[in-house]
């Protein structure tokens, strides 16, 4: 019962770095996606993903990237970390039959940029 | 596009007593879910209730209901019998249904609540 894996849990960058933030889940959802959660803002969508080969930006993607390869996994890439980019970031999957509409999220990663 | 807020940044209650947590919304769709989740200090997102727009029976689990008040967009969650575990953040969230949709969740920006024993 993994659900939703998101790795690492706690990721300190200095501005510039790149790295990924890894994501995989077994439930063999259709639907992943990418939000970060600030304080006071709720969680917004960075990047989603309806299928292998197939993603879209959501309503923050600038600075990120994603790809989606397999089903089971949907990385989510930062080229140049920047500060405005500390966050925590969760990663969810879901089914994309309309009756199994649960939202499953990852534990989350929390990303401090210097 | 679709808004959700959360007018009440924070809430407290006695421990066994009731409180409600506020929640509207804006859309132009008629067919649509809505949710609400609860983030305890452990950050992990737990679905407590979700309401399908198309029912008019407010969705119950246990202590948790909700009021569902489609014309107002308003969907309100009430906690009964609060105890000292139900201290999280909450979110209330909206998702459109139509056939086929990808639509990911829109956020509210929470409600911190406090369990007072």
């Known amino acids: 019962n993994a659900g939703v894996t998101q790795t690492p849990k706690f990721q300190v960058l200095k501005t510039g770095q790149s790295m990924t933030l890894q994501c995989a889940q077994d439930?063999?959802?259709?639907?992943m996606s990418w939000y970060r959660q600030d304080p006071g803002m709720g969680l917004r969508l960075i990047h989603y993903?309806?299928?292998?080969?197939?993603?879209d930006q959501g309503e923050v993607p600038n600075g990120y990237n994603v790809s989606r390869s397999t089903t089971e996994d949907f990385p989510l890439r930062l080229l140049s970390a920047a500060p405005s980019q500390t966050s925590v970031y969760f990663c969810?999957?879901?089914?994309?039959?309309?009756?199994?509409?649960?939202?499953?999220f990852g534990a989350g990663t929390r990303l401090s940029v210097l | 596009a679709q808004t959700v807020t959360q007018s009440q940044p924070e809430m407290s209650v006695q421990e066994a007593e009731t409180v409600t947590l506020s929640c509207t919304y804006d859309t132009s769709e008629s067919d649509y879910y809505l949710f609400w989740y609860k983030q305890p200090p452990s950050r992990q997102m737990i679905l407590v209730i979700r309401q399908e727009a198309y029912k008019q029976q407010n969705a119950t689990e246990n202590r948790f209901s909700v009021n569902f008040q489609k014309a107002a967009k308003s969907f309100s969650l009430k906690i009964s019998d609060s105890q000292l575990g139900d201290a999280a953040m909450y979110f209330c969230?909206?998702?459109?249904?139509?056939?086929?949709?990808?639509?990911?969740?829109?956020f509210g920006s929470g409600t911190q609540l406090t369990v007072l024993p």
């Open positions: 969810a999957s879901r089914s994309g039959e309309v009756a199994k509409n649960i939202q499953y």
């Open positions: 439930m063999n959802h259709e639907y």
């Open positions: 993903s309806v299928g292998a080969g197939i993603t």
């Open positions: 969230a909206y998702r459109e249904i139509s056939s086929g949709s990808a639509r990911q969740l829109t």
